[in-house]
């Protein structure tokens, strides 16, 4: 079975204190690995998508990074409003299966 | 713009009734994704479809089915609703065309059952 699993559950930073977080998953046939980010009574928003080891998507504050097994969302200098729970989800061909996410807070 | 809307974002019902939630995406996309996302178990997969008439199993399917009449409309049917199924209910599309693109969701109804 597919299986994705993030750590920390949930991460108190301070406004400016640079964090990543980790996504592990089932390497065997996987195509893609997403990040989307979930604003509280709100749907996932799309963030990256990541296809092969080595490969890097930046965005703003956000850059996610794959390795063989893994994947992080690495935080920079971040600001109050980058506090959401962020998903990571690995795509087998036919479903994505979602880890259950990191409630992120970014204190001022 | 990418758009998936969900009839309600919060709705109420008892138990023993037949609870619709419905779905519409304007992106043209052939499949569509029912999703119930609890606390601590991230989101997971009640069903599927691919085309029209078309559904699968996802995860965990009892207790519910689908209905997809129609490519833009994919409905979600709790034939007699429970307690345990008081959750957010997510919808997504993707495109078949580009099956390792990101799927689409809406913004989810929080459905209650007393």
């Known amino acids: 079975e597919d299986q994705v699993t993030q750590s920390p559950e949930a991460l108190r930073l301070q406004e400016g204190e640079s964090s990543s977080l980790n996504c592990s998953y089932t390497?065997?046939?996987?195509?893609?690995l997403f990040w989307y980010r979930q604003d509280p009574g709100k749907g996932p928003e799309f963030l990256f998508t990541l296809y092969s080891a080595g490969e890097e998507k930046e965005k703003e504050r956000l850059k996610a990074t794959l390795t063989k097994k893994e994947s992080f969302l690495h935080i920079t200098a971040p600001k109050p409003e980058d506090s959401a729970t962020y998903l990571c989800?690995?795509?087998?061909?036919?479903?994505?299966?979602f880890g259950p996410g990191t409630r992120l807070s970014v204190l001022p | 713009d990418v758009k998936v809307t969900q009839s309600s974002r919060y709705l109420v019902k008892r138990t023993g009734e037949k609870v619709f939630l419905e779905c519409v995406q304007d992106?043209?996309?052939?499949?569509m994704f029912w999703y119930r996302q609890d606390p601590g178990l991230g989101l997971r997969l009640i069903y599927f479809?691919?085309?029209?008439?078309?559904?699968e199993k996802g995860d965990i399917p009892e207790g519910y089915s689908v209905s997809r009449e129609k490519k833009e409309r994919f409905s979600l049917i709790l034939e007699s609703a429970s307690t345990n199924q008081t959750s957010m209910y997510l919808c997504?599309?993707?495109?078949?065309?580009?099956?390792?693109?990101?799927?689409?969701f809406g913004d989810g109804t929080r459905l209650s059952i007393l």
């Open positions: 997504a599309s993707s495109s078949v065309d580009k099956p390792d693109q990101p799927q689409h």
């Open positions: 479809s691919y085309d029209v008439k078309m559904k």
């Open positions: 989800a690995g795509y087998y061909g036919q479903n994505f299966v």
């Open positions: 992106m043209d996309h052939e499949n």
């Open positions: 390497v065997s046939g996987l195509r893609g």
